[in-house]
């Protein structure tokens, strides 16, 4: 809840007449030189954040897949067909829907699962209540490595290796417990009274949390449902292991695809990593504000 | 049918009636309760069948010898039965105390350990410091941010590549370089260099979440304390010492925590910017990952060993780390 209060106390001070003599700043003015400093770091930090990302904008315009050494040229013969290219004749769209497939399969799940959860560990004590928040814990931060191994044993036995549904329920493993703790932290902010309003007039607690508590948890249900998204639209380890069709290529796993031993397109890469970029990163800008706000609910509360 | 909506969120103690028998007890708790493991029932399947069924056997195979020519497997039509034996803890030995031993573990461990520490140390360091600078009033203070979170909003596995231009030998930097005369090391191939690069590229991976994070906190912090401060006569670093820090720690120790782990288990930008041709710069997790897939055959065994030893590893930090927040009478935000 915090991005959201920005209220400075400085304007109140500001118009204090300023005592005679030495002249004092006001409480949040700074001199010129520290102004200066503030902008000079801002800008040098915002170049660096920018840069990279924009080179490989420069670098998909360029025709040729040896471009990147000599990017002065580029100027000269800038085009769009790596973008044609990559649309028409490349396993683009299939990569793209494989990743929908598996991203928003992932999110769906994920949120369903864990929405009940979520309810009843921010509600209700339970024995048992706080070893089960240590596994939800403990959960979430599986290094890959763990279950990577056992679970392309037992998806292979089921014949599930090189599917949508054994990387979607691969990706369950982290986006449940994940998407129960984002939301228990955003149940937590709701006001017990009205549980205890809906309970007095008749409600079963399922009945108060269907009808009266997801619905004001909207915004969070949104925050659990976009994490969950991009972490599986963004995951590297187990989707390269685990496709093995070139036409079921999560788009992660297809970007990996364009530079192999003997070959790199790296002009190609280049574009089709900005065509990737546009629409997270528009959606990303779009929802930016209550990412945090979600995770460190509890942290920002203080 | 009573259902416990319960206020209390710290510890519990005392007032506990005279224990019953069993089975009195277990009748009671499910009457008293069967609402919340009603509710929490799918979760619980969820976690049974997909986590800890594939750990339990994860674990069986660590005590077996399992690799890729002697599991189960199915060539055309024929089905070919695993032959794989069980050794007992010999990976386990194997690993920690085997003759190579330092080269294949000990040294991937000690720099794993440098790695979280370097990258959550600079993610720290530099998100709290343009946190600060974002928090003052400033001209152009939103569009800063905007542009800031841009490595974040960019998904990692698109923006290692675009480092991967930058770095490669004849790209982008090493010419900058060139030009400024000053040496142009080899960053995907030399060792120091790797390790170099890869803290480099995912320090500028994870400074905007630091920094949108610790800035939620800054802003949460009552300016009545600084104007009080101020007016002690407390200048401009015992304000930030004693005001600003004391008044993060919250945020702070859950997202270094969390920024510890991810770091730990950061797979996407070693395994993407070296692929598996860089074997000192392998971090534990993606090391695990060249032994179990990267590599023929493959040594299931000994890569889900190396998994189990990562996650100990993990949950005995995260249990010292949550020991001694509790020791300062924190609670973990997360």
């Not at chain 2, 029932?41 to 994860?58: E, I, K």
């Not at chain 2, 542009?147 to 004849?170: E, N, Q």
Request: contains cysteine; proline residues 4%.
């Amino acid at each position: 809840m915090s991005t959201t209060t920005v209220e400075t106390s400085a304007t109140v001070t500001e118009d204090r007449p300023a005592p005679a003599g030495r002249r004092r700043r006001a409480r949040g003015e700074r001199s010129l030189s520290a102004s200066l400093a503030a902008h000079g770091i801002l800008i040098a930090g915002s170049v660096v954040a920018l840069f990279p990302v924009a080179w490989l904008v420069f670098l998909s315009l360029g025709p040729d897949k040896d471009d990147y050494l000599h990017p002065g040229g580029i100027w000269r013969k800038m085009t769009f067909d790596n973008y044609t290219f990559v649309l028409q004749h490349t396993n683009f769209f299939d990569w793209l829907k494989s990743s929908l497939i598996v991203s928003l399969g992932t999110t769906v799940l994920g949120v369903l699962v864990a929405a009940t959860t979520g309810y009843a560990v921010s509600r209700m004590r339970f024995p048992g209540y706080r070893k089960f928040m240590w596994v939800l814990l403990v959960t979430q931060m599986f290094p890959v490595a763990v279950l990577m191994v056992p679970m392309y044993q037992i998806l292979a036995d089921l014949q599930l290796i090189d599917s949508y549904l054994g990387l979607i329920l691969v990706y369950c493993t982290t986006a449940v417990p994940y998407c129960a703790w984002l939301l228990k932290g955003y149940f937590d902010t709701i006001p017990f009274e009205i549980d205890e309003a809906g309970r007095v007039d008749g409600l079963t607690p399922f009945g108060t949390f269907v009808r009266l508590i997801l619905p004001l948890a909207r915004p969070g249900l949104a925050v659990a449902a976009f994490y969950s998204f991009i972490t599986a639209f963004g995951e590297v380890a187990f989707a390269t292991t685990f496709l093995l069709d070139d036409q079921k290529y999560t788009l992660a796993v297809g970007l990996q695809s364009f530079i192999s031993e003997h070959d790199a397109q790296r002009n190609l890469m280049a574009a089709t990593a900005v065509l990737i970029a546009i629409p997270v990163s528009a959606f990303f800008y779009l929802v930016q504000k209550n990412l945090v706000t979600g995770l460190t609910a509890g942290g920002t509360k203080g | 049918m009573t259902v416990a909506i319960d206020r209390a969120t710290g510890k519990r103690h005392g007032d506990r009636a005279p224990r019953p028998g069993l089975g009195q007890r277990l009748k009671h708790g499910y009457q008293k309760h069967w609402y919340a493991y009603a509710m929490i029932a799918p979760v619980a399947v969820v976690l049974g069948v997909l986590v800890l069924y594939p750990l339990v056997y994860g674990l069986y195979l660590t005590l077996t010898d399992a690799d890729s020519l002697n599991t189960a497997r199915t060539i055309g039509v024929n089905h070919i039965a695993a032959t794989y034996e069980f050794i007992g803890l010999d990976n386990y030995k194997d690993v920690l105390f085997g003759p190579t031993a330092y080269d294949r573990f000990w040294s991937h461990f000690l720099w794993t350990i440098v790695w979280t520490a370097l990258c959550v140390a600079l993610h720290y360091c530099i998100g709290l410091g343009l946190a600060l600078l974002l928090d003052q009033r400033l001209r152009g203070r939103t569009a800063y941010r905007l542009i800031l979170i841009l490595p974040w909003a960019v998904p990692t596995f698109v923006t290692v590549f675009g480092w991967r231009f930058m770095l490669a030998d004849g790209g982008v930097i090493n010419s900058v370089l060139g030009t400024l005369h000053l040496p142009t090391p080899l960053w995907l191939e030399d060792t120091f260099w790797q390790r170099f690069a890869a803290v480099m590229v995912n320090t500028w991976c994870g400074v905007p979440f630091m920094m949108v994070s610790l800035l939620g906190g800054l802003q949460s912090i009552d300016t009545a304390l600084y104007e009080a401060a101020e007016m002690d006569g407390a200048n401009a670093w015992q304000r930030f010492r004693y005001v600003t820090l004391p008044g993060l720690r919250s945020v702070s120790s859950t997202v270094v925590l969390l920024g510890i782990i991810w770091t730990f288990n950061q797979f996407a930008v070693i395994f993407l910017l070296f692929g598996t041709t860089a074997p000192d710069a392998q971090i534990l997790v993606t090391w695990a990952y060249y032994l179990g897939f990267g590599q023929q055959p493959r040594d299931f065994a000994q890569s889900a060993t190396y998994g189990i030893l990562l996650l100990a590893i993990l949950i005995v930090f995260t249990s010292f780390y949550r020991r001694w927040l509790n020791r300062h009478e924190q609670q973990l935000a997360i």
